[in-house]
């Protein structure tokens, strides 16, 4: 069963750094996207970040140059760190990893789309104060 486990998150005040982590367990596919995504109170989910088995990665345009994703495979571990944080940043932020097959693995990656995700984490709180 795969089981997901976000952590890192908490209060920072504006221009300050978190770094996110999700503990992946119970995963084995060969091809897959892993992805941020954040929700922030009456809002949508929305796409953070993405990065696929070989390294591809993608960017909300909102957080592009500030965001940086990367996986260490060793310890099946997904990493946001954040920089230059901004209050609009604020939100809870859920990892999220799925399997595709190489033909569509370039599109998930590219699109930022919670919807092509199955498996999620349960969340981590980021809250950035001005």
């Known amino acids: 069963q795969v089981h997901l486990v976000e952590s890192g998150g908490g209060s920072v005040q504006a221009g300050g750094s978190l770094r996110l982590s999700c503990l992946v367990s119970?995963?084995?596919?060969?091809?897959?996207?892993m992805g941020w995504f954040r929700q922030a109170p009456g809002k949508e989910r929305e796409g953070v970040a993405t990065?696929?088995?070989?390294?591809?990665?993608n960017y909300a345009d909102s957080v592009k140059g500030r965001f940086t994703i990367s996986q260490d495979k060793a310890k099946n571990t997904l990493y946001l760190q954040m920089n230059s944080l901004k209050p609009e940043d604020t939100a809870m932020y859920y990892c999220?990893?799925?399997?595709?097959?190489?033909?569509?693995?370039?599109?998930?990656?590219?699109?930022?789309?919670?919807?092509?995700?199955?498996?999620w984490g349960q969340g981590t709180q980021v809250t950035v104060s001005s």
């Open positions: 990065i696929s088995n070989d390294g591809n990665t």
């Open positions: 999220a990893v799925d399997a595709f097959s190489t033909r569509i693995l370039p599109t998930v990656v590219a699109r930022l789309n919670a919807a092509d995700f199955g498996y």
């Open positions: 119970g995963y084995t596919y060969r091809n897959y996207c």
